[in-house]
Structures are given as structure tokens and as C-alpha cells.
């Protein structure tokens, strides 16, 4: 009876889709984000059958979105499902975004049958070209027997090295074509054998000489600077950054979404006295951060041209770019590890007393009273600050563990970095280091998904949630304990902005290109679906909302009436508009 049983299993025959899905099992994916049709909607189901939750969105780039995010916060790969054609045009945005933030993630899109290629079939598109400016890793699997092969290598592309994007293609003839499951089981079990990650493929690390160069010159450096970007917060090195800092007493500075790996209350952060701490420095110690436009390219005036830095990155392409004073490659937390042991075998620590300590200091309490000022006064209508202030004291009752914070918007954003508290790490998500709007819900859905311990925060301008606002609906659909803040000024910048000589043309009647319906009622909105909505103009009214809706933990959108001449064209980036 056991062999005729045994037989039987041997003989059962598995079609692409479930081949497809044991192989994601296989690899342990746990989760996976997409949007169903036409050819992957088995796919999707099988999935499911085989332990992977799917959380489906209402358009890929929301999707894709969250599959990037969901890569970061949980260091496997994210994973985004679409259709053919404009499917998986739709999710480039995603694996687009998941590329310039170094995120692993793997765009799976059904592709048209291989036979009908050239012959106008159902979105047919060459899926594989349009993917190929996002991508570190392209695959396509041409026959059913080589799903597995293609889905270990893609995954693992993903984490490997530089995290980054990949793309994997799945033609709706091999999603139908069938072998038996003991030979699907083999392949399986064969990919996972050659495996990077099953082997314990190892990261770069810097050489120990390098390491003592570092450590010298932080020793003798008058005035060092630690930067840390989310290159070092995807590598959990959130303790060694601590060891680093305390040890040394060197002071810090996150990018935005380096904040909370040090809590931003810290008494050595130096983010409220940004501009005299990258001027003045003369060495700094970069972490998992770029050189790019968030931290000015390193160049002059911003920074001193005698700056020397000393750049930590997994790439050693990146180091290769950027040219700097001392380059360790490899992941943040095995260099700090190798850093930190250098300095405790010689220890040095600047003292409070420290003419540099002591500049930034007296220069951050300055800015902070100055900002606190501004922040105590009730403004009604509303500016920006009073919501924030109001919304950052709401966050911080919660204590710990900390809200994942999700922001986007011009105004919003560039206030919210300055006065909302990060404390934890991995608790800021924004439009990062491609500027990227429209990631809001997408982010807000992953962090749910990733972090279910965790509420979840939003605090979004009207544009930045207009992009995906519809994905309120995928909230109240999974109940995720997701809140979102809408300050809604009316418009990208808020009102019509143009001089008088600018409201000419035929069209001059027309709203201004930067203007929406005045007072539109967001909330309105996930009421539809079943979710909460609040309508708040008021101090009162906005920690009422926030006292209930954090409480609840349940999908609620808090519409913030906004004065729509409060903010600035551009944030805090009008040169470039």
C-alpha cells in the first residue's frame, strides 16, 4: 500500500503556476504584493495554497511600492506581481524605486505565450528590455522545468552585494505547461543546492589595514562626523553605530531615513546643527549613506573642501564613484564591528568639554529653542507646525515599539524631518533617495505587513496621497493598523501661486496646474469602504482624532485643514523648480 501510494505522488502532475509557487515557498517568501489577471492569477492562488500571504492593490504602483519597502524593512526580497504589458509597465515604478534605494526586490510579471511572440498577442510586450534599465538580475523562464532555477537566482540577486531590483518573466505557456511532482520537488531541491544564500555566500569586508587608516584618522581628526544613511539601518547596525558613537563621542548625523538608528534625542545628534557640522568637519566617517544630492554631493560650499571622508559601503563600485579620502568596503555592521574592535585595543573619546562638541551643541539648542518657539504657537487656520507638533507628541506617547512613520509632500515632508522624532530604527519611510511621491499607502500597507507590532503612521500632503489614496480600500480589506494624515492645503504647494502676469491664455480661467478642489473631504473617502474618517481644523480637534484613531489601531484617513498659503513652491527645494 506505502509504495502504491508512493507511486501515486511521483505521478502527480503540477502545472507552472504551482511549481512557481513552491519554488517562492521553497526559498521562504513569506509574503508577496500584486495586482491579479490574466496569466498570473493562478499563480497567485497557488501561492496562498502554499503559505505565502497576498496582499492584493488596487494598481501596481502602489504595489511595487510596497514590495520595495517591504524589502528594505525586512532584508528579503520583496516581491511584486503583475500582468502582462501595461501590468508590468505599471510596476517598473516599483522596481524603479527599489533600484536607487538599494532595496531587494523582484518584479514577477506574466508574460504572452513565447509562440504568439511577434504576432500582436494579448499585451505583448518585450518584458525583459523594458525591465532592464531597473535591474541588476533579468530572468526568464523559457520551459517549466526551469521556474526554479530562475526563481533562486533572481532572489538571491536581490540581496546579494548591493541590494537592487530584479526582474523575472513568466510566459503563460510555461505557467501552463505540467511535469510530475516528484520531478518538480527535484528541481526544487536542486535550485536550492546552488543556492548563494544557502551556502552562506559572504559579504565584502574591508582589509584590517584600511580599517586602522579609519580609526586613525577619526583619532586625530579636530572635528569628526559620523553620517549614517539606511544603507546602515538595512544592515542592522544600529548597535555598532551605538558602541561607535558613546566610545568615541563623536558626533552624528542621519539622512532621513538613517534617523532612529540613534535616537534623534541623543545627546550627540547633530541634525538640529546640520549646517555647521558637515561645514565644519574635517573628517567624517560615512555610513551606508551616498554621496548623492541628499548630502550634496560632498562637494563645497556645503562641506569643506579639506574634508576628508571616509566612506563605508557595500559596493565598492559606489566607493569607486565618489573618490573619497579612505574607502572600507563591505556591510555596514561587519565594518563597524572590525572598527570598534581597532578602537578598543587604543581607545580616545572627545569630551564634553570638546571645542567641537561644545560648537554643535550650543548651535543645536539654539536652533531647537528657536524651532520650539515657532512650534508652541497654536496657528488657526493651520500652518504646518502646529499639526506637526500636535502629531509628533501623539507619536511619541506611544512609546515603544515606536509607529513606523510614512511621509511624502513637499511641505509635509520637509517639516515633518524636522520636527517629528524618530527614536527606533527602521521607523521612517519617505520618498527617498529618488524623491519618489506617490509611496505613501504602498509603504504604510508593507510596514503593516513587515512590522504587525508596530501602528502605523502617515502624514501626508494631499498631492502625495492623492497617487495612491484609493489603496484605502486594500486597508479596510486587511484591517491594518494603518492611520493617515492628510494635510490638505489644497493644492501641491497649496493655492494658486502664479503672479498676475502669469494668468493669461485662453485657459486663464482654469484652476492653476498646482491647484485641487478646495476643502475636497479625504475622509469621505475610506468611509466609503467601511474604514474611519475625522475632519479636523482645530488643536482640539486633531488630538481627539489622534487619541482615538492610535487607540483603535484600525484603518482611519485624519483629513488636517491646512491654510493653503502656509507652505513654500517646492519645499525647501525652489531652485530647482
Known amino acids: 500500500m506505502a509504495e502504491s501510494n508512493s507511486q501515486t505522488t511521483s505521478q502527480t502532475l503540477i502545472d507552472g503556476n504551482t511549481l512557481a509557487a513552491k519554488s517562492l515557498a521553497a526559498y521562504g517568501i513569506t509574503h508577496m504584493f500584486g495586482v491579479v489577471g490574466i496569466p498570473v492569477t493562478s499563480f497567485a492562488n497557488r501561492a496562498v495554497a502554499a503559505g505565502i500571504r497576498f496582499i492584493a492593490f488596487h494598481n501596481e504602483q ?32 516599483g522596481l524603479s524605486n527599489a533600484m536607487i534605494n538599494t532595496w531587494p526586490m523582484v518584479l514577477i510579471s506574466g508574460s504572452c505565450d513565447q509562440n504568439d511572440v511577434g504576432r500582436g498577442d494579448f499585451q505583448e510586450l518585450n518584458q525583459i528590455e523594458a525591465a532592464k534599465p531597473f535591474s541588476k538580475h533579468l530572468g526568464k523562464a523559457k520551459d517549466i522545468k526551469e521556474i526554479p532555477k530562475c526563481f533562486f537566482e533572481a ?77 546602515a539601518a538595512y544592515a542592522r547596525a544600529e548597535n555598532e553605530l551605538k558602541r561607535l558613537v558613546e566610545s568615541t563621542g563623536i558626533p552624528f548625523l542621519p539622512t532621513p531615513m538613517g534617523k532612529g538608528l540613534l535616537p534623534d534625542t541623543h545627546e550627540l545628534a547633530a541634525s538640529a546643527a546640520r549646517s555647521l557640522a558637515i561645514g565644519k568637519c574635517d573628517v567624517a566617517l560615512v555610513v551606508g549613506a551616498r554621496l548623492n544630492w541628499l548630502l550634496h554631493f560632498g562637494e563645497p560650499p556645503k562641506w569643506s573642501k579639506d574634508v576628508k571622508f571616509i566612506l563605508v559601503d557595500v559596493s565598492e563600485e559606489e566607493i569607486e564613484l565618489r573618490k573619497p579620502h579612505l574607502g572600507l568596503v563591505g556591510d555596514a555592521k561587519k565594518v563597524l564591528e572590525l572598527v570598534n574592535k581597532e578602537i578598543k585595543e587604543d581607545p580616545f573619546c572627545l569630551g564634553k568639554n570638546h571645542p567641537w562638541l561644545e560648537a554643535i551643541s ?142 493669461t491664455g485662453p485657459f486663464k480661467d482654469d484652476p492653476a496646474p498646482t491647484s485641487f478642489v478646495p476643502g475636497a473631504a479625504y475622509h469621505v473617502l475610506i468611509e466609503a469602504f467601511g474604514g474611519k474618517g475625522y475632519l479636523v481644523g482645530t488643536p482640539d480637534e486633531l488630538k481627539s482624532a489622534l487619541s482615538e484613531s492610535f487607540t483603535a489601531r484600525k484603518p482611519a484617513v485624519i483629513n488636517v485643514t491646512i491654510d493653503p498659503y502656509a507652505g513654500a513652491e517646492s519645499g525647501r527645494m525652489q531652485h530647482k523648480n
Open 362 to 503: 550650543k548651535k543645536a539648542r539654539d536652533n531647537v529653542s528657536r524651532m520650539e518657539a515657532q512650534l508652541a504657537k497654536d496657528v488657526v487656520p493651520f500652518n504646518f507646525l502646529t499639526p506637526m507638533r500636535i502629531i509628533r507628541n501623539a507619536i511619541l506617547e506611544v512609546g515603544s515599539p515606536a509607529p513606523v512613520l510614512v511621509s511624502e509632500g513637499a511641505n509635509t515632508m520637509d517639516v515633518g524631518r524636522a520636527v517629528l522624532v524618530q527614536t527606533e530604527p527602521r521607523t521612517r519611510l519617505d520618498a527617498g533617495t529618488w524623491g519618489t511621491m506617490g509611496v505613501g499607502l504602498g509603504y504604510c500597507i508593507a510596514a503593516a505587513v513587515a512590522e504587525p507590532h508596530r501602528l502605523v503612521v502617515a502624514v501626508e500632503g494631499d498631492s502625495g496621497f492623492g497617487f495612491s489614496a484609493m489603496e484605502v480600500e486594500t486597508l479596510v480589506r486587511y484591517q491594518l493598523p494603518v492611520v493617515v494624515i492628510v494635510f490638505n492645503n489644497g493644492g501641491v504647494y497649496g493655492g494658486d501661486r502664479r503672479n498676475l502676469e502669469e494668468i
Open 62 to 93: 502602489s504595489a511595487g511600492y510596497a514590495a520595495s519597502a517591504y524589502g528594505y524593512l525586512t532584508g528579503r526580497p520583496g516581491i511584486l506581481l503583475t500582468v502582462s504589458g501595461p501590468g508590468c509597465v505599471h510596476g517598473l515604478a
Open 155 to 231: 532572489l538571491d540577486s536581490a540581496v546579494l552585494g548591493r541590494p537592487g531590483g530584479c526582474y523575472l518573466d513568466l510566459p503563460t505557456d510555461v505557467l501552463h505547461q505540467t511535469i510530475s511532482e516528484s520531478e518538480a520537488d527535484s528541481l526544487i531541491k536542486s535550485a536550492a543546492d546552488v543556492s548563494e544564500i544557502e551556502k552562506g555566500a559572504k559579504k565584502i569586508t574591508t582589509a584590517s589595514l584600511e580599517v586602522e587608516r579609519a580609526v586613525d584618522l577619526l583619532r586625530n581628526a579636530e572635528r569628526p562626523l559620523i553620517v549614517f544613511g539606511k544603507g
